[in-house]
Protein backbone atom coordinates (compact mmCIF):
# COMPACT_ATOMS: atom_id res chain seq x y z
CA UNK A 1 0.00 0.00 0.00
CA UNK A 2 1.19 3.93 -0.90
CA UNK A 3 2.50 5.60 2.17
CA UNK A 4 0.02 7.79 3.37
CA UNK A 5 0.70 11.40 4.01
CA UNK A 6 0.98 13.22 7.74
CA UNK A 7 -2.26 14.13 9.06
CA UNK A 8 -2.55 17.90 8.67
CA UNK A 9 -3.15 17.87 12.63
CA UNK A 10 0.25 16.40 13.02
CA UNK A 11 1.97 19.10 10.96
CA UNK A 12 0.26 22.15 12.21
CA UNK A 13 0.78 20.75 16.16
CA UNK A 14 4.84 20.48 14.80
CA UNK A 15 4.50 23.70 13.73
CA UNK A 16 3.39 24.83 17.13
CA UNK A 17 6.45 23.03 18.61
CA UNK A 18 8.78 24.15 16.40
CA UNK A 19 9.56 28.14 15.06
CA UNK A 20 8.83 26.62 11.61
CA UNK A 21 7.84 23.35 10.50
CA UNK A 22 10.19 21.39 8.20
CA UNK A 23 8.83 20.42 4.79
CA UNK A 24 8.18 17.21 4.27
CA UNK A 25 9.88 15.54 1.53
CA UNK A 26 10.81 12.10 -0.02
CA UNK A 27 14.78 11.34 -0.30
CA UNK A 28 16.30 7.96 -1.09
CA UNK A 29 17.42 5.61 1.37
CA UNK A 30 20.84 5.46 3.50
CA UNK A 31 20.26 3.25 6.53
CA UNK A 32 22.90 2.63 9.28
CA UNK A 33 25.85 3.96 7.57
CA UNK A 34 29.51 3.01 8.76
CA UNK A 35 30.92 4.76 10.73
CA UNK A 36 34.80 5.39 9.86
CA UNK A 37 37.37 5.78 12.54
CA UNK A 38 38.55 9.37 13.51
CA UNK A 39 41.07 10.78 10.81
CA UNK A 40 44.56 11.05 12.31
CA UNK A 41 45.47 14.64 13.01
CA UNK A 42 42.70 17.21 11.94
CA UNK A 43 44.09 20.10 9.76
CA UNK A 44 43.39 23.48 11.64
CA UNK A 45 41.83 26.27 9.92
CA UNK A 46 42.54 29.99 10.63
CA UNK A 47 39.66 30.92 12.50
CA UNK A 48 36.91 32.55 10.82
CA UNK A 49 35.43 36.03 12.11
CA UNK A 50 32.97 34.93 14.76
CA UNK A 51 29.77 35.38 14.26
CA UNK A 52 28.38 38.21 17.08
CA UNK A 53 27.50 36.73 19.94
CA UNK A 54 23.79 36.92 21.35
CA UNK A 55 24.01 38.27 24.12
CA UNK A 56 20.63 39.54 25.48
CA UNK A 57 16.90 39.01 24.47
CA UNK A 58 16.92 41.08 21.70
CA UNK A 59 19.51 39.05 20.06
CA UNK A 60 18.24 37.67 16.53
CA UNK A 61 18.68 34.50 14.58
CA UNK A 62 22.21 34.82 11.86
CA UNK A 63 21.09 31.65 10.45
CA UNK A 64 22.32 30.68 6.80
CA UNK A 65 22.02 28.47 4.77
CA UNK A 66 19.02 26.36 6.18
CA UNK A 67 16.77 25.90 4.64
CA UNK A 68 17.82 23.48 1.78
CA UNK A 69 17.71 20.36 3.06
CA UNK A 70 14.55 18.48 5.04
CA UNK A 71 14.22 16.12 6.46
CA UNK A 72 12.57 12.42 5.33
CA UNK A 73 9.01 12.57 7.37
CA UNK A 74 6.48 11.01 5.49
CA UNK A 75 7.96 7.44 4.76
CA UNK A 76 7.04 5.79 7.72
CA UNK A 77 8.33 1.83 6.46
CA UNK A 78 12.04 3.18 6.37
CA UNK A 79 11.57 5.60 9.01
CA UNK A 80 10.78 2.55 11.38
CA UNK A 81 12.37 -0.12 9.63
CA UNK A 82 14.47 -0.89 12.90
CA UNK A 83 11.69 -0.98 14.85
CA UNK A 84 9.38 -4.27 15.26
CA UNK A 85 5.62 -3.99 15.88
CA UNK A 86 5.70 -4.98 19.43
CA UNK A 87 7.91 -2.35 20.16
CA UNK A 88 6.13 0.07 18.29
CA UNK A 89 2.82 -0.79 19.77
CA UNK A 90 4.48 -0.05 23.38
CA UNK A 91 6.14 2.89 22.41
CA UNK A 92 3.41 4.14 20.55
CA UNK A 93 0.93 3.29 23.97
CA UNK A 94 3.50 4.53 26.47
CA UNK A 95 3.59 8.39 24.92
CA UNK A 96 -0.16 8.55 24.46
CA UNK A 97 -0.46 7.59 27.93
CA UNK A 98 2.40 9.98 29.07
CA UNK A 99 0.41 13.02 27.07
CA UNK A 100 -2.71 12.48 29.20
CA UNK A 101 -2.77 15.30 31.59
CA UNK A 102 -4.40 12.80 34.26
CA UNK A 103 -1.60 10.06 33.70
CA UNK A 104 1.34 12.69 34.73
CA UNK A 105 -0.58 14.44 37.40
CA UNK A 106 -1.27 10.63 39.25
CA UNK A 107 1.96 9.78 38.94
CA UNK A 108 3.66 13.03 40.59
CA UNK A 109 0.52 12.29 43.33
CA UNK A 110 1.64 8.90 43.85
CA UNK A 111 4.81 9.28 44.09
CA UNK A 112 4.49 11.95 46.07
CA UNK A 113 2.00 10.84 48.76
CA UNK A 114 1.99 8.73 51.94
CA UNK A 115 1.01 5.86 50.32
CA UNK A 116 4.19 5.06 49.00
CA UNK A 117 5.70 4.04 52.42
CA UNK A 118 3.26 1.15 52.66
CA UNK A 119 5.54 -1.37 51.29
CA UNK A 120 2.59 -3.31 49.62
CA UNK A 121 1.79 -0.05 47.87
CA UNK A 122 5.48 0.75 46.74
CA UNK A 123 6.02 -2.73 45.62
CA UNK A 124 3.21 -2.27 43.40
CA UNK A 125 4.03 1.09 42.01
CA UNK A 126 7.37 0.04 41.36
CA UNK A 127 6.16 -3.51 39.60
CA UNK A 128 3.76 -1.33 36.74
CA UNK A 129 6.25 1.33 36.93
CA UNK A 130 8.98 -0.98 35.97
CA UNK A 131 6.72 -2.96 33.07
CA UNK A 132 5.67 0.21 31.23
CA UNK A 133 7.36 3.52 31.74
CA UNK A 134 10.67 2.50 33.00
CA UNK A 135 10.66 -0.14 30.27
CA UNK A 136 10.30 2.33 27.63
CA UNK A 137 12.44 5.22 28.51
CA UNK A 138 15.29 3.39 30.68
CA UNK A 139 18.00 0.42 29.53
CA UNK A 140 17.57 -1.78 32.69
CA UNK A 141 18.12 -2.03 36.13
CA UNK A 142 22.13 -2.82 35.55
CA UNK A 143 25.16 -2.82 33.18
CA UNK A 144 24.14 -6.36 31.92
CA UNK A 145 21.05 -5.07 31.22
CA UNK A 146 21.80 -1.87 29.87
CA UNK A 147 24.61 -3.89 27.42
CA UNK A 148 21.88 -5.12 25.83
CA UNK A 149 20.19 -2.44 25.01
CA UNK A 150 22.98 -0.55 23.93
CA UNK A 151 23.81 -3.25 21.35
CA UNK A 152 20.12 -3.58 20.38
CA UNK A 153 20.50 0.26 19.79
CA UNK A 154 23.48 -0.40 17.99
CA UNK A 155 22.11 -2.67 15.61
CA UNK A 156 19.67 0.00 15.07
CA UNK A 157 22.16 2.37 13.88
CA UNK A 158 22.58 4.59 16.99
CA UNK A 159 24.98 5.07 19.24
CA UNK A 160 24.54 4.75 23.43
CA UNK A 161 25.49 7.22 25.87
CA UNK A 162 25.53 5.56 28.95
CA UNK A 163 23.85 7.37 32.35
CA UNK A 164 24.03 5.79 35.20
CA UNK A 165 20.47 7.21 37.01
CA UNK A 166 22.15 9.48 39.92
CA UNK A 167 20.31 12.13 41.29
CA UNK A 168 22.21 14.65 43.85
CA UNK A 169 24.80 13.20 46.39
CA UNK A 170 24.23 14.50 50.04
CA UNK A 171 27.77 14.48 51.53
CA UNK A 172 31.27 12.60 50.87
CA UNK A 173 29.77 9.02 51.65
CA UNK A 174 27.21 8.89 48.75
CA UNK A 175 29.77 11.03 46.21
CA UNK A 176 32.41 7.97 47.36
CA UNK A 177 29.76 5.39 46.45
CA UNK A 178 28.47 7.37 43.09
CA UNK A 179 32.17 7.59 41.95
CA UNK A 180 32.09 3.83 42.25
CA UNK A 181 28.96 3.66 40.15
CA UNK A 182 30.65 5.85 37.65
CA UNK A 183 33.85 3.85 37.33
CA UNK A 184 31.59 0.60 36.80
CA UNK A 185 29.98 2.41 34.04
CA UNK A 186 33.44 3.39 32.22
CA UNK A 187 35.21 0.36 32.26
CA UNK A 188 32.09 -1.28 31.23
CA UNK A 189 32.43 -0.11 28.17
CA UNK A 190 36.06 -1.69 27.78
CA UNK A 191 34.16 -5.07 26.71
CA UNK A 192 32.02 -3.72 23.82
CA UNK A 193 32.50 -2.66 20.41
CA UNK A 194 34.34 1.11 21.16
CA UNK A 195 32.13 2.47 18.60
CA UNK A 196 28.21 1.34 20.46
CA UNK A 197 28.83 4.22 23.80
CA UNK A 198 29.68 7.24 22.39
CA UNK A 199 30.07 9.04 25.77
CA UNK A 200 29.54 8.22 29.30
CA UNK A 201 27.64 10.58 31.18
CA UNK A 202 28.26 12.33 34.18
CA UNK A 203 26.93 14.47 36.98
CA UNK A 204 29.18 16.69 39.13
CA UNK A 205 26.09 17.41 41.42
CA UNK A 206 26.43 13.64 41.90
CA UNK A 207 30.59 13.49 43.21
CA UNK A 208 30.07 16.90 45.13
CA UNK A 209 27.42 17.80 47.04
CA UNK A 210 25.57 19.92 45.53
CA UNK A 211 25.75 22.93 48.68
CA UNK A 212 29.34 23.01 48.22
CA UNK A 213 28.56 23.50 44.45
CA UNK A 214 26.56 26.26 45.55
CA UNK A 215 29.36 27.78 47.49
CA UNK A 216 31.87 27.63 44.74
CA UNK A 217 29.61 29.15 42.50
CA UNK A 218 29.11 32.18 45.16
CA UNK A 219 32.72 32.75 45.27
CA UNK A 220 33.03 32.26 41.36
CA UNK A 221 30.71 34.97 41.02
CA UNK A 222 31.85 37.01 43.61
CA UNK A 223 35.54 36.82 41.99
CA UNK A 224 34.08 37.80 39.38
CA UNK A 225 32.62 41.05 40.50
CA UNK A 226 36.20 42.11 42.49
CA UNK A 227 39.00 40.58 40.57
CA UNK A 228 41.08 41.25 43.76
CA UNK A 229 39.45 37.92 45.75
CA UNK A 230 41.57 35.59 45.90
CA UNK A 231 40.27 31.69 46.16
CA UNK A 232 43.48 29.42 47.09
CA UNK A 233 41.42 26.63 46.06
CA UNK A 234 41.08 27.50 42.53
CA UNK A 235 42.49 26.00 39.58
CA UNK A 236 43.37 26.87 36.41
CA UNK A 237 40.06 27.60 34.23
CA UNK A 238 38.39 28.32 31.20
CA UNK A 239 35.73 31.84 31.65
CA UNK A 240 32.17 30.75 33.24
CA UNK A 241 31.25 34.16 33.10
CA UNK A 242 30.54 36.76 30.30
CA UNK A 243 29.86 40.21 30.68
CA UNK A 244 26.17 39.83 30.39
CA UNK A 245 26.13 37.17 32.78
CA UNK A 246 23.64 37.81 35.87
CA UNK A 247 25.40 37.50 39.25
CA UNK A 248 22.00 38.08 41.32
CA UNK A 249 22.76 34.74 43.01
CA UNK A 250 25.48 35.94 45.14
CA UNK A 251 24.23 39.71 46.70
CA UNK A 252 26.81 40.09 49.30
CA UNK A 253 30.67 39.39 50.12
CA UNK A 254 30.36 35.74 50.75
CA UNK A 255 32.75 34.02 53.01
CA UNK A 256 35.91 32.32 52.14
CA UNK A 257 35.53 28.44 51.77
CA UNK A 258 36.06 26.64 55.63
CA UNK A 259 38.82 24.14 56.21
CA UNK A 260 36.42 21.39 55.64
CA UNK A 261 35.11 22.69 53.04
CA UNK A 262 38.23 23.20 51.16
CA UNK A 263 38.69 19.76 52.40
CA UNK A 264 35.73 18.34 50.60
CA UNK A 265 36.48 20.04 47.34
CA UNK A 266 39.88 18.54 47.05
CA UNK A 267 38.13 14.89 47.95
CA UNK A 268 35.45 16.51 44.65
CA UNK A 269 38.63 17.23 42.45
CA UNK A 270 40.00 13.98 43.32
CA UNK A 271 36.85 12.26 42.22
CA UNK A 272 36.33 13.83 39.04
CA UNK A 273 40.56 12.92 37.73
CA UNK A 274 39.73 9.18 39.02
CA UNK A 275 36.88 9.44 36.80
CA UNK A 276 39.18 11.48 33.72
CA UNK A 277 42.05 9.01 33.72
CA UNK A 278 39.67 6.15 33.92
CA UNK A 279 37.65 7.42 30.92
CA UNK A 280 41.38 8.39 29.18
CA UNK A 281 41.82 4.58 29.85
CA UNK A 282 38.60 3.45 28.29
CA UNK A 283 39.16 6.01 25.69
CA UNK A 284 35.82 7.19 26.40
CA UNK A 285 35.04 10.74 26.09
CA UNK A 286 32.95 12.59 29.33
CA UNK A 287 29.67 13.99 28.60
CA UNK A 288 29.10 16.61 31.71
CA UNK A 289 25.12 17.40 32.46
CA UNK A 290 23.90 20.89 32.81
CA UNK A 291 21.85 22.21 36.41
CA UNK A 292 20.11 25.17 37.50
CA UNK A 293 22.24 28.59 37.79
CA UNK A 294 22.70 28.64 41.14
CA UNK A 295 25.64 25.90 41.23
CA UNK A 296 26.36 25.60 37.06
CA UNK A 297 29.57 28.12 37.54
CA UNK A 298 31.14 25.50 39.59
CA UNK A 299 30.18 22.55 37.31
CA UNK A 300 31.59 24.60 34.51
CA UNK A 301 34.63 25.12 36.31
CA UNK A 302 34.92 21.45 37.11
CA UNK A 303 34.73 20.84 33.63
CA UNK A 304 36.95 23.42 32.56
CA UNK A 305 39.65 22.89 34.72
CA UNK A 306 38.88 19.04 33.79
CA UNK A 307 39.44 19.77 30.34
CA UNK A 308 42.70 21.72 30.69
CA UNK A 309 44.28 18.67 32.86
CA UNK A 310 42.59 15.74 30.52
CA UNK A 311 42.39 15.24 26.95
CA UNK A 312 41.45 12.27 24.81
CA UNK A 313 42.94 9.72 21.99
CA UNK A 314 45.04 11.80 19.79
CA UNK A 315 44.23 15.09 21.49
CA UNK A 316 40.05 14.73 20.98
CA UNK A 317 38.11 16.47 23.68
CA UNK A 318 37.51 14.03 26.62
CA UNK A 319 35.25 16.68 28.42
CA UNK A 320 32.26 17.94 26.80
CA UNK A 321 30.83 20.60 28.78
CA UNK A 322 27.11 21.47 28.99
CA UNK A 323 25.90 25.17 27.35
CA UNK A 324 22.27 25.93 27.63
CA UNK A 325 20.33 27.98 25.16
CA UNK A 326 17.64 29.08 26.86
CA UNK A 327 19.98 30.85 29.13
CA UNK A 328 20.35 34.64 27.77
CA UNK A 329 24.39 34.62 28.16
CA UNK A 330 24.74 31.20 26.63
CA UNK A 331 26.21 32.10 23.08
CA UNK A 332 28.27 34.76 24.76
CA UNK A 333 29.74 32.38 27.67
CA UNK A 334 30.39 29.54 24.67
CA UNK A 335 32.48 31.77 22.63
CA UNK A 336 34.29 32.85 25.28
CA UNK A 337 35.11 29.71 26.59
CA UNK A 338 35.92 28.14 23.45
CA UNK A 339 37.93 31.60 22.20
CA UNK A 340 40.25 30.95 25.60
CA UNK A 341 40.21 26.90 25.12
CA UNK A 342 42.12 27.54 21.61
CA UNK A 343 44.21 29.96 22.81
CA UNK A 344 45.28 27.71 25.41
CA UNK A 345 45.32 24.87 23.05
CA UNK A 346 42.58 22.79 25.01
CA UNK A 347 40.43 20.55 23.29
CA UNK A 348 37.09 21.07 24.62
CA UNK A 349 33.80 19.98 23.13
CA UNK A 350 30.30 21.11 24.23
CA UNK A 351 26.76 19.58 24.55
CA UNK A 352 24.05 21.95 23.03
CA UNK A 353 20.49 21.64 24.94
CA UNK A 354 17.83 24.06 25.47
CA UNK A 355 17.79 23.77 29.44
CA UNK A 356 15.31 21.94 31.73
CA UNK A 357 15.09 24.42 34.84
CA UNK A 358 12.83 26.79 33.31
CA UNK A 359 10.22 27.01 35.73
CA UNK A 360 12.42 27.10 38.51
CA UNK A 361 14.65 29.48 37.35
CA UNK A 362 11.44 32.27 36.41
CA UNK A 363 9.96 31.68 39.55
CA UNK A 364 13.89 32.21 41.40
CA UNK A 365 14.55 35.22 39.84
CA UNK A 366 10.91 36.68 39.82
CA UNK A 367 11.31 36.05 43.97
CA UNK A 368 14.32 38.38 43.91
CA UNK A 369 12.56 41.01 41.38
CA UNK A 370 15.25 40.74 39.19
CA UNK A 371 15.42 39.81 35.58
CA UNK A 372 14.67 36.12 34.43
CA UNK A 373 18.22 34.53 33.35
CA UNK A 374 15.72 33.01 30.46
CA UNK A 375 14.70 34.17 26.71
CA UNK A 376 11.75 36.21 26.92
CA UNK A 377 10.13 34.14 24.26
CA UNK A 378 10.33 30.76 22.86
CA UNK A 379 11.58 31.74 19.49
CA UNK A 380 14.78 33.73 21.03
CA UNK A 381 15.46 30.37 22.91
CA UNK A 382 15.35 28.43 19.01
CA UNK A 383 17.07 31.16 17.83
CA UNK A 384 20.36 31.38 20.53
CA UNK A 385 20.28 27.10 19.81
CA UNK A 386 20.25 27.12 16.29
CA UNK A 387 23.15 30.52 16.88
CA UNK A 388 25.09 27.98 19.19
CA UNK A 389 24.64 25.25 16.93
CA UNK A 390 26.04 27.48 13.84
CA UNK A 391 29.04 28.43 15.95
CA UNK A 392 30.17 24.78 16.65
CA UNK A 393 29.73 23.72 13.62
CA UNK A 394 32.14 26.53 12.08
CA UNK A 395 34.25 25.48 14.97
CA UNK A 396 34.22 21.85 13.72
CA UNK A 397 34.83 22.43 10.11
CA UNK A 398 37.50 24.66 10.84
CA UNK A 399 39.01 21.55 12.65
CA UNK A 400 38.83 22.56 15.88
CA UNK A 401 36.70 20.97 19.15
CA UNK A 402 33.59 18.60 19.10
CA UNK A 403 29.68 19.16 19.74
CA UNK A 404 26.81 17.14 20.78
CA UNK A 405 23.87 18.74 19.41
CA UNK A 406 20.73 16.99 22.15
CA UNK A 407 17.83 18.21 20.67
CA UNK A 408 14.21 16.68 20.09
CA UNK A 409 13.37 20.23 18.09
CA UNK A 410 12.91 18.99 14.63
CA UNK A 411 13.56 22.35 12.76
CA UNK A 412 17.00 22.35 14.79
CA UNK A 413 17.61 18.78 13.47
CA UNK A 414 17.14 19.84 10.05
CA UNK A 415 18.92 23.28 10.50
CA UNK A 416 22.31 22.21 11.93
CA UNK A 417 22.22 19.11 10.23
CA UNK A 418 22.01 21.87 6.47
CA UNK A 419 24.76 23.94 8.37
CA UNK A 420 27.06 20.96 8.29
CA UNK A 421 26.19 20.21 4.73
CA UNK A 422 26.33 23.45 3.85
CA UNK A 423 30.01 23.49 5.55
CA UNK A 424 31.21 20.65 3.70
CA UNK A 425 31.22 18.36 6.63
CA UNK A 426 31.40 14.68 6.36
CA UNK A 427 27.56 13.67 7.91
CA UNK A 428 29.51 11.02 9.61
CA UNK A 429 32.12 13.29 10.65
CA UNK A 430 33.17 11.80 14.04
CA UNK A 431 33.43 15.58 15.91
CA UNK A 432 29.51 16.43 15.63
CA UNK A 433 26.76 14.31 16.66
CA UNK A 434 23.08 14.60 17.31
CA UNK A 435 21.57 13.26 20.36
CA UNK A 436 17.95 12.67 21.71
CA UNK A 437 16.61 10.90 25.19
CA UNK A 438 15.82 7.25 24.81
CA UNK A 439 12.46 6.53 23.77
CA UNK A 440 11.75 10.01 22.60
CA UNK A 441 12.07 11.56 19.53
CA UNK A 442 12.18 8.69 17.77
CA UNK A 443 11.14 10.04 14.21
CA UNK A 444 14.09 12.74 14.50
CA UNK A 445 16.55 10.29 15.66
CA UNK A 446 15.62 7.86 12.65
CA UNK A 447 15.57 10.16 10.16
CA UNK A 448 18.70 11.95 11.27
CA UNK A 449 20.35 8.27 11.11
CA UNK A 450 18.63 7.62 7.81
CA UNK A 451 20.47 10.79 6.41
CA UNK A 452 24.01 9.34 7.07
CA UNK A 453 24.29 11.89 10.51
CA UNK A 454 26.03 9.81 14.06
CA UNK A 455 23.11 10.01 16.56
CA UNK A 456 23.06 8.48 19.99
CA UNK A 457 20.15 8.04 22.14
CA UNK A 458 21.07 9.26 26.33
CA UNK A 459 20.23 5.89 28.11
CA UNK A 460 19.19 6.31 31.29
CA UNK A 461 19.43 2.66 33.84
CA UNK A 462 19.68 1.91 37.56
CA UNK A 463 17.34 0.54 39.75
CA UNK A 464 13.77 1.77 39.05
CA UNK A 465 13.22 3.24 42.16
CA UNK A 466 16.46 5.22 41.95
CA UNK A 467 15.59 6.27 38.40
CA UNK A 468 11.95 7.33 39.44
CA UNK A 469 12.69 11.09 39.32
CA UNK A 470 14.18 10.93 35.96
CA UNK A 471 10.77 9.06 34.69
CA UNK A 472 8.55 11.62 36.70
CA UNK A 473 10.73 14.49 33.87
CA UNK A 474 9.73 12.61 31.64
CA UNK A 475 6.23 12.11 32.17
CA UNK A 476 6.12 16.10 32.41
CA UNK A 477 8.16 16.99 29.52
CA UNK A 478 5.34 14.61 27.55
CA UNK A 479 1.94 15.33 28.72
CA UNK A 480 -0.49 17.88 26.88
CA UNK A 481 -1.48 17.20 23.31
CA UNK A 482 0.86 19.04 21.87
CA UNK A 483 3.75 17.78 23.45
CA UNK A 484 6.85 17.82 21.23
CA UNK A 485 6.08 13.42 21.35
CA UNK A 486 3.36 14.24 19.36
CA UNK A 487 4.75 13.62 16.08
CA UNK A 488 5.97 10.77 17.14
CA UNK A 489 2.83 8.94 18.21
CA UNK A 490 1.17 10.12 14.79
CA UNK A 491 3.71 8.66 12.65
CA UNK A 492 4.11 5.83 14.74
CA UNK A 493 0.24 5.68 14.50
CA UNK A 494 0.57 5.55 10.51
CA UNK A 495 3.39 2.97 10.73
CA UNK A 496 1.07 0.64 12.75
CA UNK A 497 -1.90 0.97 10.24
CA UNK A 498 0.24 0.47 7.40
CA UNK A 499 1.99 -2.85 9.04
CA UNK A 500 -1.82 -4.01 9.60
CA UNK A 501 -3.26 -2.92 6.12
CA UNK A 502 -0.52 -4.40 3.92
CA UNK A 503 0.94 -6.87 6.31
CA UNK A 504 4.20 -8.54 4.45
CA UNK A 505 5.11 -5.30 2.76
C1 LIG B 1 20.57 14.08 25.04
C2 LIG B 1 19.99 15.14 25.92
C3 LIG B 1 20.71 15.58 27.03
C4 LIG B 1 20.20 16.60 27.84
N1 LIG B 1 20.94 17.07 28.89
C5 LIG B 1 20.51 18.14 29.60
C6 LIG B 1 21.31 18.74 30.60
O1 LIG B 1 22.42 18.31 30.87
N2 LIG B 1 20.81 19.82 31.26
C7 LIG B 1 19.59 20.36 30.97
O2 LIG B 1 19.20 21.38 31.56
N3 LIG B 1 18.79 19.80 30.03
C8 LIG B 1 19.21 18.71 29.35
N4 LIG B 1 18.41 18.17 28.37
C9 LIG B 1 17.00 18.60 28.26
C10 LIG B 1 16.87 19.79 27.34
O3 LIG B 1 17.47 20.88 27.97
C11 LIG B 1 15.42 20.15 27.01
O4 LIG B 1 14.68 20.29 28.19
C12 LIG B 1 14.68 19.19 26.15
O5 LIG B 1 15.51 18.48 25.30
C13 LIG B 1 13.66 19.98 25.31
O6 LIG B 1 14.33 20.87 24.43
P1 LIG B 1 14.48 20.59 22.86
O7 LIG B 1 15.75 21.15 22.36
O8 LIG B 1 14.34 19.14 22.68
O9 LIG B 1 13.41 21.48 22.20
P2 LIG B 1 11.84 21.48 22.10
O10 LIG B 1 11.29 20.10 22.04
O11 LIG B 1 11.50 22.43 21.05
O12 LIG B 1 11.44 22.05 23.52
C14 LIG B 1 11.42 23.39 23.76
C15 LIG B 1 11.14 23.59 25.20
O13 LIG B 1 11.90 24.71 25.55
C16 LIG B 1 11.30 25.32 26.66
N5 LIG B 1 11.67 26.74 26.58
C17 LIG B 1 12.97 27.15 26.53
N6 LIG B 1 13.04 28.47 26.53
C18 LIG B 1 11.79 28.95 26.58
C19 LIG B 1 11.24 30.26 26.61
N7 LIG B 1 12.01 31.34 26.61
N8 LIG B 1 9.92 30.38 26.63
C20 LIG B 1 9.14 29.27 26.64
N9 LIG B 1 9.60 28.02 26.62
C21 LIG B 1 10.91 27.84 26.59
C22 LIG B 1 9.84 24.93 26.65
O14 LIG B 1 9.57 24.28 27.85
C23 LIG B 1 9.71 23.95 25.50
O15 LIG B 1 8.99 22.83 25.87
C24 LIG B 1 18.92 17.16 27.55
C25 LIG B 1 18.21 16.72 26.43
C26 LIG B 1 18.74 15.75 25.61
C27 LIG B 1 17.96 15.34 24.40
Same mark, same amino acid.
Given at each position: ????????????????????????????????????????????????????????????????????????? !? !??????????????????????????????????????????????????????????????? +???????? @???? &????????????????????????????????????????? $???? +????????????????????????????????????????????????? $???????????????????????????????? +??? $?????????????????????? #????? @???? #??????????????? @??????????????????????????? =??? %?????????????? %????????????????? !?? +??????????????????????????????????????????????????????????????? /???? &?????????? /??????????? /??????????????? =???????????????
Amino acid at each position: MASRSVHPKVIRNLRRLNSSAPSITVVPPLINPGRPEKVAKRPLQPTPTPSPPTTTADSASTSTNSSDFQLEL !D !DTKRLFSSVSTPKLIKSASMLKISSYDRAADFGLWIMTSGLMNNPMVRKLVLAATEHTFYSHF +CAGKDLEK @ASRT &VEKLWDSGLGAMLDYGLEHATDNESCDRNLQEFLRTINSTK $SVDS +CQVSFVVVKITAICPPSLLRRVSDLLRWEQKDKSLHLPWKLKNLPVFSE $SSPLYHTMTRPPPLSREEEHDLELAYERLDKI +CKN $SIEANKPLLIDAEDTAIQPAID #YFSYS @AAIK #YTGKEDDPLIFNTIQ @AYLKDAKERLVIAKKAADKMGVPVGFK =LVR %GAYMSSEKQFAASL %GVKSPIHDDIQKTHNCF !DD +CAEFLLEEVARGSGSVVLATHNIESGRKAASKAISLGLERNNPYFQFAQLYGMAEVLSFSLRN /EGFR &VSKYLPFGPV /EQIMPYLLRRA /EENRGLLAASSIDRA =LMKKELLRRLTSPGS
